[in-house]
C-alpha cells in the first residue's frame, strides 16, 4: 500500500508538472526549470511519449507504375530494342545532322528510346573478344556451341576414392625420413 502512494507522488514524466515548465521558460525561471528538470527520471523510457499506443502502420503497395502515375513520369526507358523494326526509330542522326538537338532532347524526354541494340549480358563484342588470347576465344566459342545444342560441358572423370588410396599408398611405401641429431 505504502509502495503505490510512493509511485504516485513520484515526479517521472513532464505531463506531470502540467504548464509549470513553459511558465518557467516564460518567465526567464532558469533555476526552478533547471530543479524541476532534475528532478524527472532519468529514464527515458518512462516519458511519456514512449508510453503512447502502438498503431502499426501498414505501408501503401508502391510499385513503379504508381510512382510514374504520381509523379507524371514518361513510361520506363527500355534497355535494348525489342524487335528489328525500330531500328529507325532508334536512329537520331538526322536530327543531329540538321542540328535540330532541342528537337532531339524533346522527342527523347516524350517517347524515350532504347540505350542499346541488344539486350544480352552474355555477347561480347568481336573487338573485344580479338583483344583476348587464343584460349579464351577457343572457350568462348565452345560455350556459345554448347548453349546452342545444350549440351552439358564435357567434364573429366575423377574417382576420388582411388586417388586417396594411391596417394595413402605411396605414403606408406615411401621410407622414413631419418633425423640425424
Known amino acids: ?17 502540467g504548464e509549470q515548465l513553459n511558465h518557467c521558460v516564460h518567465s526567464e525561471r532558469r533555476a526552478d526549470f533547471a530543479l524541476m528538470l532534475s528532478m524527472l527520471t532519468d529514464d527515458v523510457l518512462a516519458h511519456s511519449q514512449f ?17 510514374r502515375k504520381t509523379f507524371e513520369l514518361p513510361k520506363k526507358q ?12 532508334f536512329s537520331q542522326a538526322d536530327l543531329i545532322e540538321q542540328q535540330q538537338l532541342p528537337t532531339l ?5 516524350l517517347m524515350p528510346k532504347p540505350l542499346a541494340f541488344r539486350d ?10 580479338s583483344n583476348t588470347r587464343l584460349y579464351c576465344q577457343q572457350q568462348h566459342q565452345l560455350k556459345k556451341h554448347a548453349e546452342n545444342n545444350q549440351d552439358k560441358e ?6 576420388v576414392n582411388e586417388w586417396l588410396k594411391s596417394v595413402q599408398t605411396a605414403i606408406v611405401k615411401a621410407p622414413l625420413l631419418a633425423t640425424t641429431a
Open 1 to 17: 500500500m505504502e509502495s503505490q502512494s510512493v509511485n504516485s507522488n513520484l515526479l517521472v514524466e513532464e505531463l506531470q508538472l
Open 51 to 67: 508510453k503512447l499506443p502502438y498503431t502499426e502502420n501498414t505501408p501503401a503497395e508502391t510499385t513503379e507504375d504508381t510512382l
Open 78 to 89: 527500355r534497355l535494348a530494342l525489342e524487335s528489328l523494326t525500330q531500328i529507325t526509330e
Open 105 to 109: 532532347h524533346l522527342t527523347q524526354a
Open 120 to 129: 544480352d549480358k552474355t555477347h561480347i563484342s568481336a573487338t573485344v573478344l
Open 154 to 159: 564435357n567434364r573429366l572423370t575423377f574417382n
